[in-house]
């Protein structure tokens, strides 16, 4: 009997774990909701967060993960701004997704490269600082083809990880939930298959709790993804707090200067700020909003329908109501506790000075990625006329007083190369100087003879009696003649000569980066190829729009002599912001509507210019040393009148026929350096019709 007691009562700690594993796969999981489990197990990794801690959830981010945890919603989208924890959410969605529901996933970013940082930088430390991750992922820290960068498997489940550029990303893949991150990155059209919703969506089908999540920064107006998809939704909802004087609920707003809601602050003293509530009009700070927060909900439009902390639905009279499968959230960077309002503030005044400059890129930047709305440009068309209404009598050729540098923007074309000087004083005043077209076939030697004559001898009289030379150049080297403007360009690199091409779409900066060219023009390859700089064709644009919106002399203003003919003007007004149908979707972009626009071109390359020089960033200390240098306080007593007399026609008819003829003109009678075109010799020389 003793034997069989032993028998009876022997323990085994191995056997035991093998029949809890074992068992523990019939074992129903405790219900809980994202936020729930978040809030229990997840974990901010020190690689990819400001603070290394323990996740706590801000009150506006709880009811948005309980939604995306609810089986009886499809469809979740999230229209945001930066710096509002949305990548951080999406984390914790797929790791409770994996840990506690065990459904099989795809998650698509943008591009291949942007998958596979997402997965170095987030998923991997996730997967290694959240304890409970351990459990689900055997193969964790281990090489084999159950963790790779395209696919992890997990106890019970997959995630597919990948970029969303082609269609073959969304191929053979059966999955419960299909994420979508930063969807206005995406191309709108997936190699002519569809959108990448539509493709996503396909992925789920055939799942019995499918859900569908897509979340970005929105972009502009009437091509945003994410726009769309806000308003299909079944609801919309933006995130309230009771007023802490009458106890009713409003979303935070950034408001109008005529508004009565949203933020207001006194003249120009961000400090000041506060937030206008639309009941009672009083006005609360942010930490009286920190306050209220937590008592907070989610309300759509109307407040007919909302939802509180724990993802329940409730109606008007409070009445718990059944979840809607589509929803949408908006939200937007005053809501995070990590930034103040008073920066935000900062933000908007520095953007709308600019603006007010001509540079909208600030304003647009700050709409999209503080407000998380989509920028609608206000863009049409340049009226010639209007241009040439506000025209000024100072001669060409002359340098008036407050221009202190010069910079000159070039135009290849198969007969000829067209140059224009632009002028610019402080503030990115700028002045158009003077232009010469030296014609002849740009591959051939002696065109660009006259070129550098021109660019590095011509010396232009300021109103001071100075002399100025340009400073530096832009070349464009599309077209038929590129290898002759990169040996042109490297020859004269330290005469700041740059070799440009435009790049119009995707691009993200005026100055929109650069790459070495190693072959020369004759098709041999060069040790020290010419650096050939990217353009951001459509951002340049932008801004030259918006500073010919300036209506009074001062900084961003646009002066045009008297003396330019008609030509210019049209050319200036050449192009227009309209949709295009491209390979990857409908795009806005500028697009020419005349023939020839090289006078806009070139002002295009002379922004690139002023942008590669910085001259916006420049100090009013900088801008004093060299209007010291160039107009002095004791200007010249005995220079000549840089004026004319109005009414004046232009006095140069033979340079207005030749901007405006396009074929080989006759051969000019000056001298070499007396007329801002081609010397006597130009005519002898070979040139494409």
């Not at 089908?205 to 806000?230: D, H, M, N």
């Not at 919309?236 to 005529?258: E, M, N, S, V, Y």
């Not at 001298?671 to 010397?679: K, N, Y």
Request: hydrophobic share 40%; glycine share 6%; aromatic share 10%.
């Amino acid at each position: 009997m003793s034997d069989l007691a032993e028998v009876l009562n022997w323990r085994s700690p191995e056997l035991s774990a093998c029949l809890t594993r074992g068992l523990g796969t019939f074992g129903v999981p405790e219900p809980m909701t994202l936020d729930e489990w978040a809030a229990k197990h997840f974990y901010l990794s020190k690689e990819s967060s400001y603070v290394e801690q323990a996740w706590e959830a801000w009150p506006f981010q709880r009811a948005i993960m309980a939604c995306i945890s609810n089986n009886d919603i499809r469809e979740v989208d999230f229209m945001k701004s930066a710096r509002v924890g949305y990548t951080k959410m999406l984390l914790a969605a797929i790791a409770y997704f994996i840990e506690h529901k065990r459904r099989n996933q795809a998650l698509w970013q943008p591009t291949d490269g942007d998958s596979d940082e997402f997965v170095k930088t987030e998923l991997e430390t996730m997967l290694r600082d959240v304890k409970v991750m351990r459990k689900a992922f055997p193969s964790h820290m281990s090489r084999n083809k159950d963790n790779t960068l395209l696919q992890k498997k997990f106890l019970g489940c997959l995630l597919h990880t990948r970029g969303g550029k082609a269609a073959r990303s969304y191929r053979r893949i059966s999955v419960d939930n299909a994420l979508l991150d930063e969807l206005d990155a995406f191309d709108s059209d997936i190699e002519k298959e569809g959108d990448p919703i539509t493709l996503a969506a396909k992925r789920v089908e055939g799942a019995t709790f499918p859900k569908l999540v897509a979340g970005s920064t929105p972009g502009l107006k009437g091509f945003s993804l994410i726009e769309a998809r806000f308003i299909l939704a079944d609801a919309r909802f933006q995130f309230a707090i009771p007023c802490p004087d009458c106890g009713d609920f409003h979303a935070l707003t950034w408001g109008g200067k005529d508004e009565t809601h949203g933020f207001k602050w006194l003249d120009n003293d961000p400090d000041s700020v506060r937030h206008l509530c639309p009941h009672c009009g009083s006005m609360i700070d942010q930490g009286q909003y920190l306050a209220a927060a937590p008592a907070g909900r989610w309300q759509n439009e109307d407040a007919s329908v909302t939802i509180d902390h724990a993802g329940v639905f409730r109606n008007a009279s409070g009445a718990v109501i059944s979840a809607l499968r589509h929803i949408a959230f908006h939200v937007w960077t005053a809501y995070s506790p990590l930034v103040t309002w008073a920066t935000l503030v900062r933000e908007f005044i520095n953007a709308h000075n600019k603006a007010q400059e001509g540079d909208i890129t600030s304003l647009k930047t700050f709409t999209n990625t503080t407000l998380g709305r989509t920028w609608e440009l206000d863009v049409e068309k340049t009226d010639s006329e209007q241009l040439k209404q506000r025209a000024e009598p100072y001669k060409l050729g002359s340098v008036p007083h407050g221009c202190v540098r010069l910079l000159a923007g070039a135009d290849t074309q198969p007969n000829r190369i067209e140059i224009y000087v632009w002028g610019y004083g402080r503030g990115c005043e700028k002045w158009l100087i003077d232009f010469r077209i030296c014609y002849g076939n740009p591959d051939q030697d002696e065109v660009w003879a006259d070129v550098a004559e021109y660019l590095f001898e011509t010396k232009f009289r300021h109103a001071s009696g100075q002399e100025l030379k340009i400073h530096g150049t832009a070349i464009d080297s599309g077209g038929h003649n590129t290898h002759a403007v990169y040996a042109f360009c490297a020859a004269n690199a330290a005469r700041r000569v740059f070799a440009v091409k435009g790049r119009s779409g995707k691009e993200k900066h005026i100055k929109d980066g650069a790459t070495k060219v190693d072959i020369d023009w004759r098709g041999r390859i060069r040790k020290h190829g010419a650096l050939l700089w990217q353009v951001g064709t459509n951002l340049a644009k932008d801004l030259i729009y918006g500073r010919l919106q300036i209506t009074r002399p001062g900084p961003g203003y646009i002066h045009f002599s008297k003396e330019l003919p008609d030509e210019f003007f049209k050319q200036m007004a050449g192009e227009i912001r309209a949709e295009r149908i491209t390979a990857s979707g409908t795009e806005s972009r500028w697009s020419a509507i005349r023939k020839r626009v090289e006078a806009w071109d070139c002002t295009v390359y002379a922004v690139w210019l002023e942008t590669h020089f910085e001259l916006a960033k420049k100090t009013a200390k900088w801008w004093d040393q060299l209007e010291e240098e160039v107009q002095p306080s004791m200007a010249d007593l005995f220079a000549e009148p840089l004026s004319i007399t109005e009414p004046a026609e232009p006095t140069r008819a033979v340079e207005t026929q030749k901007i405006t003829a396009p074929a080989k003109p006759a051969a000019p009678t000056q001298q070499r350096g007396a007329s801002r075109f081609a010397s006597d010799s130009w005519s002898n020389r070979g040139f494409k019709r």
